[in-house]
């Protein structure tokens, strides 16, 4: 493999992760934003949720831009933005399990 093929690879990688991360950022911001809105008729502990998506997002949709101006593999803005994501995700999971963020239609 020559270094140019190597260097097209990484950036082919950057820009696929950089895709995803920008739809997950806006995902999580989107989630916020909506906690946030109807935040007087809220919990406490989904008000918090909501601030850590609405924070995590633009955090995960600048480290993807990052990564597509840097147009290859760059280590700071993975470590960021997988942090954020890792972050956001591991919230989600905990306020589904908890029964803060109801998950199933009233029966």
Same mark, same amino acid.
């Not at 990564?67 to 470590?79: E, H, M, P, Q």
């Given at each position: 493999?020559?270094?140019?093929? /190597? ?5 082919? %990688?950057? &820009? ?7 739809? *997950? $950022? =806006? #995902? ?21 949720c /909501? ?5 995590? %997002?633009? &955090?995960?949709f ?5 990564? *597509? $101006? =840097? #147009? ?19 919230v989600?999971?905990?306020?589904a ?11």
């Amino acid at each position: 493999m020559s270094r140019m093929e /190597g260097t097209l690879r990484k950036s082919v %990688g950057a &820009t696929v992760l950089a895709l995803l991360m920008l739809f *997950f $950022g =806006s #995902l999580m911001f989107l989630f916020g934003y909506v906690v946030l809105r109807e935040w007087r008729s809220e919990r406490a502990a989904l008000i918090a949720c /909501g601030l850590v998506w609405i924070l995590a %997002g633009p &955090t995960i949709f600048g480290c993807a831009l990052w990564l *597509f $101006g =840097s #147009l290859r593999r760059n280590l700071l803005a993975l470590r960021i933005g997988g942090t954020a994501i890792v972050l956001s995700g591991a919230v989600l999971a905990t306020v589904a399990a908890t029964g803060v963020l109801p998950c199933s239609a009233p029966g």
